[in-house]
T-cell receptor, first 113, second 116 residues
């Protein structure tokens, strides 16, 4: 049972445009959400996070939006750059008080020059 | 900035052998987590430690054990290795921060284990 879902396995955008990566979750106990970027053969790199008491968090080109009623969050990258090409994982924490992260399957983003 | 260090980066073992993976957390991080990522899969939580005590347990096989030492580094011990144990093993660390704004986990580069 996948509690964190990233329904788009891949996304391709043009350099300079906006990239929007989506994530849905089923467990309302999650209290903290994170986005990680991952290159092949490397560990996930933390990008940005948001707690369940907020609906938006911004850091430079990256903005995460949280819609609790829809159990949906999204990562916006503006403007997209070729170096952003990687697999992006959505993760959630807090199920039953646990600190473990539950990951989605990931979305492979390709930013074309 | 210092990051999480994992060793070895690559490991090849035969079936039924044992393996030990090491993790050195970011300085002043007292919580360590272990994850396993199979090919084409998302990382799956195995186990975590806070102040040398097991704090949470996930889908870790009984053949695996782990501990955290006084210097906060952690070791994952894997025995009776099976072909299905071939995967990337990530360690992550975080400072112990409760509440909605803390607890970001920072990942190491991973150890790629291949069981033949």
């Amino acid at each position: 049972d996948q509690q964190v879902k990233q329904n788009s396995p891949s996304l391709s955008v043009q350099e300079g445009r906006i990239s929007i990566l989506n994530c849905d979750y089923t467990n309302s106990m999650f209290d903290y959400f994170l986005w990680y970027k991952k290159y092949p053969a490397e560990g996930p790199t933390f990008l940005i996070s948001i707690s369940s008491i907020k609906d938006k968090n911004e850091d430079g080109r990256f903005t995460v939006f949280l819609n609790k009623s829809a159990k949906h969050l999204s990562l916006h990258i503006v403007p997209s750059q070729p170096g952003d090409s990687a697999v992006y994982f959505c993760a959630a924490r807090g199920q039953g008080g646990s600190e473990k992260l539950v990951f989605g399957k990931g979305t492979k983003l390709t930013v074309n020059p | 900035a210092a990051g999480v260090i994992q060793s070895p980066r690559h490991l090849i073992k035969e079936k039924r052998e044992t393996a030990t993976l090491k993790c050195y957390p970011i300085p002043r991080h007292d919580t360590v987590y272990w994850y396993q990522q199979g090919p084409g899969q998302d990382p799956q939580f195995l186990i975590s430690f806070y102040e040398k005590m097991q704090s949470d347990k996930g889908s870790i096989p009984d053949r695996f054990s782990a501990q955290q030492f006084s210097d906060y580094h952690s070791e994952l011990n894997m025995s009776s290795l099976e072909l299905g144990d071939s995967a990337l093993y990530f360690c992550a660390s975080s400072p112990r921060t409760w509440g909605p704004s803390g607890g970001t986990q920072y990942f190491g580069p991973g150890t790629r284990l291949l069981v033949l």
